[in-house]
């Protein structure tokens, strides 16, 4: 199996700071990578997919990139709305996932 | 508008058997994979099966494989997802998730709300 390694486990940011998590996978996936956001209570909603590809309707200030076994996601200015835990999929394999990013207010 | 709801959801004993189901509109069912993805409380995401759009392949998970199995009926745009032998570690929320799988691309790209399992005496 694929594994991915997220970090940081959590954060915590000001309003309009740029936030960056990583996603490291055990072996090469090339851009087989999906970031999802997961609010409290709520499903996962797909952002970013092929590492680097905005979903439709999703703010601008979110972009991934990366390739092989290395991934970042970064949200260029940190909102409100934003506050949320985030996960990396890979699909090189059946799918995995990251142990998710928790990001908080400070 | 894409819709995915889940139910059958509930409380089962160690050992017994639940399925769930997840009834789709919005978009032409029997031209998407989909997914079953779960959440056990307070932890993250893990992908446990999914299925072709005829239902020719089916992938499981290893934690859950000869144990439980995912199924679709395109004429009632429904999936679902039969659970026997559940464990305690079978509790979570599970999610059903249109699978948008094509050449060398696949995302999930819509979820429903979630069932929530909970497997305890």
Do not use: H
């Not at chain 1, 700071?17 to 999906?34: E, F, G, H, K, P």
């Not at chain 2, 139910?7 to 997914?35: I, N």
């Amino acid at each position: 199996d694929i594994q991915m390694t997220q970090s940081p486990s959590s954060l915590s940011a000001s309003v309009g700071d740029r936030v960056t998590i990583t996603c490291q996978a055990s072996q090469d996936i090339s851009n087989y990578l999906n970031w999802y956001q997961q609010k409290p209570g709520k499903a996962p909603k797909l952002l970013i997919y092929d590492a680097s590809n905005l979903e439709t309707g999703v703010p601008s200030r979110f972009s991934g990139s990366g390739s092989g076994t290395d991934f970042t996601f970064t949200i260029s200015s940190l909102q409100p709305e934003d506050i949320a835990t985030y996960y990396c999929q890979q699909y090189d394999n059946l799918p995995t996932f990251g142990g998710g990013t928790k990001v908080e207010i400070k | 508008e894409v819709q995915l709801v889940e139910s059958g959801g509930g409380l089962v004993q160690p050992g017994g058997s639940l399925r769930l189901s997840c009834a789709a509109s919005g978009f032409t069912f029997s031209s998407y994979w989909m997914s079953w993805v779960r959440q056990a409380p307070g932890k993250g995401l893990e992908w446990v099966a999914n299925i072709k759009q005829d239902g020719s392949e089916k992938y499981y998970v290893d934690s859950v494989k000869g144990r439980f199995t995912i199924s679709r009926d395109n004429a009632k745009n429904s999936l679902y997802l039969q659970m026997n032998s559940l464990r305690a570690e079978d509790t979570a929320v599970y999610y059903c998730a249109r699978d948008l799988t094509q050449y060398s691309s696949s995302r999930l790209d819509y979820w429903g709300q979630g069932t929530l399992v909970t497997v305890s005496s």
